[in-house]
């Protein structure tokens, strides 16, 4: 009884084992095949949708089913547009094919006797084989034959320049053929003076002997040799370098760039697609901006510089914000991408506001560092104002009521210094920086309700600016700088700062302190 039982459990042991490993694997298998794809075949014309008809969206198990029911191999089966067989770097058409030679070759007047390509001839790029893998009317492309033009640092045998491999190979083996023949008849003709002359030693004879017969035996072996090659096949004297295709060059837009950068400066062009929408529109930008060429529009990349290749499915994402006053402080930005982007100034965002709804887009200090516009007039080093767009916690900016308010997200606010009235005052004129919110008017930044070293709860995150850090940054260029010096404690426990003073007057005071 007392075996049946352990045999029992045994049993149940084995088996839960093989359930456990089975059954998630059987539900793994259906997971991927149920996956779909666009299906392609590789037939004799090119790759083909299955029966040549519209794409067909298979799993991977039906594609290969419905290339092998035609008597054809699967060429891919596409998740995205990246892996379409038009996207082969190796398939060109016809006129692909004489950009890529004439990119190649370049321009026949500009060669010198140093240039390194010369085509002679280009008729023979495009390859008339139709590869299984490209699309219909696409082929393989090859660099022109002899297209390589080297000058030789060492002559060989008079060549002074090669145009090919096998050239410069055939001419290295020629030459080192007759070099050997030659080094053997030397060799003999050495033997034999050091016979004739061996008379007064018979040491020296018997070298010079030994000499002509191991000269005669390398003669006759290099001569056998190249006599064998040349019966049995003269091409192996040479060497035949096959001929590989080109590689197609496919433009990728760089990462961050806007269409309005692409078009601009590297003059896509660009087509634009409705938002949510996989049909393109077929409408090409200009430069202008009409309704589809605006933040939250997305463009299609359809042909890089000179009509290039693209990758398929590449995008962008347009930027303009058409508001007439995008100036200063009134300057819009598109935030965020594609449909979900927005056009925003700078004192529009704050926690909870009526421009932000339907977005993801929160305030913080390195969104409200996109607005910022830097130095105005003036010179680099003493500008003649500062325009900056910082975040606070402040209420005051952020419909609070001059509440800090630690667990909200903060505000962007306005940061206007006039630095050519601030040099007149000196350090202390830092005190009176005006800060500006679109929806709650001006307020000055003071050290009593913008210092977040002195805003509890907020654990010195209140704000991405305070008082001391503008005083000592100096931004407006004060002569000898600006410090403000240490905090000390009074009587009653309560922090106290001194205010902003020229740097030499600063380091005094902490002296005095400490």
Partial sequence: MIVFQRNKTTFLAIMLMVYSFFVPYASVQAQVAVRNCDCFCATKEGTKPPGGGAIKVLSVSDCQDACKAQKDKMAVCAFDLTQYPAQNQNCFTQEQCKTAVNEYCGDPASKDETSSVVCKSKEDSFDSYQPPECMPGSHYCYAPKNSTNVRLNIQIGGLVRVDNLETYVGTLFQWMEGAGILLAIVFIMVGGLQYALGGISSDQMSKGKDR?????????????????????????????????????????????????????????????????????????????????????????????????????????????????????????????????????????????????????????????????????????????????????????????????????????????????????????????????????????LVAADTDPEEIAGCGGSCANFSYKTVCEENPCGIPGGCKMPVVIKNKLSKDVRLACMPAVAGAIMEAVVK
């Avoid at 078009?263 to 938002?275: L, S, W």
């Avoid at 965020?336 to 929160?362: R, W």
């Fill in 212 to 444: 002509i017969k191991n000269s005669t035996m390398g003669l006759i072996l290099l001569i056998c040799s190249i006599a064998i090659i040349e019966l049995i096949n003269p091409q192996l004297s040479s060497v035949s370098v096959p001929r590989l295709p080109m590689i197609k060059t496919v433009n990728v837009t760089g990462a961050g760039k806007s269409c309005e950068t692409l078009h601009d400066i590297e003059k896509f062009e660009v087509a634009t697609i409705t938002p949510g929408s996989n049909n393109a529109v077929q409408t090409v930008y200009t430069g202008q901006h009409t309704d589809s060429f605006q933040c939250g529009k997305i463009g299609m990349v359809t042909a890089g510089p000179n009509n290039t290749e693209v990758a398929a499915g590449t995008s962008c994402n347009f930027s303009y914000c058409p508001y007439e006053k995008n100036t200063g402080f009134t300057k819009e930005r598109c935030i965020g991408g594609g449909p979900q982007a927005k056009c925003l100034m700078c004192g529009k965002i704050f926690d909870g506001s009526p421009f932000l709804e339907g977005t993801a887009i929160q305030p913080s200090a390195s969104l409200c560092g996109q607005f910022t516009i830097g130095p105005i007039g003036g010179t680099p080093e003493q500008p003649s104002s500062i325009e900056r767009c910082v975040w606070t916690k402040d209420g005051d900016f952020n419909n609070g009521a001059g509440i800090i308010k630690a667990s909200s997200s903060g505000a962007c606010a306005y940061m206007k210094m006039d630095c050519e009235a601030i040099r007149k005052v000196g350090c202390s004129g830092y005190a009176d920086v005006m800060l500006n919110n679109v929806v709650e008017g001006d307020e000055p």
